[in-house]
Nanobody
Framework: QVQLVESGGGLVQPGGSLRLSCATA??????????MGWYRQAPGKQRELVAR???????NYADSGKGRFTISRDNVKNVVYLQMDSLKPEDTAVYYC???????????WGQGTQVTVSS
């Protein structure tokens, strides 16, 4: 059974930092073929892309996180990270890890981790 397990969420003051992790122990060596992404969903809003990293290491970010967030991956440990700096109250949301493979088509989601930015 495929599992994506997020960790690292919590309560942080505005301007603070958090690093989210998404572990994919059940993927094995195929992990490196997946495009990995972080999405978030705030109360009353749709889920939105935060950042994504391809199997080749190419990254893209939503405008809201450019210059503040950094996505990275470790293909040995099968982990994807989201470093979030200069956090703002509007970053408050549940953050979800996503794994996306084109061939064969597969999409997996984690259970989410809560990030709350508040003083």
């Amino acid at each position: 059974q495929v599992q994506l397990v997020e960790s690292g969420g919590g309560l942080v003051q505005p301007g603070g930092s958090l690093r989210l992790s998404c572990a994919t122990a059940t993927f094995g060596s195929i992990f490196s073929r997946y495009t990995m992404g972080w999405y978030r969903q705030a109360p009353g809003k749709q889920r939105e892309l935060v950042a994504r990293i391809t199997s080749g290491g190419r990254t893209n970010y939503a405008d809201s996180g450019k210059g503040r967030f950094t996505i990275s991956r470790d293909n040995v440990k099968n982990v994807v990270y989201l470093q979030m700096d200069s956090l703002k109250p509007e970053d408050t949301a549940v953050y979800y890890c996503n794994a996306d493979l084109m061939l064969p088509p597969r999409v997996y989601w984690g259970q989410g981790t809560q990030v709350t930015v508040s003083s």
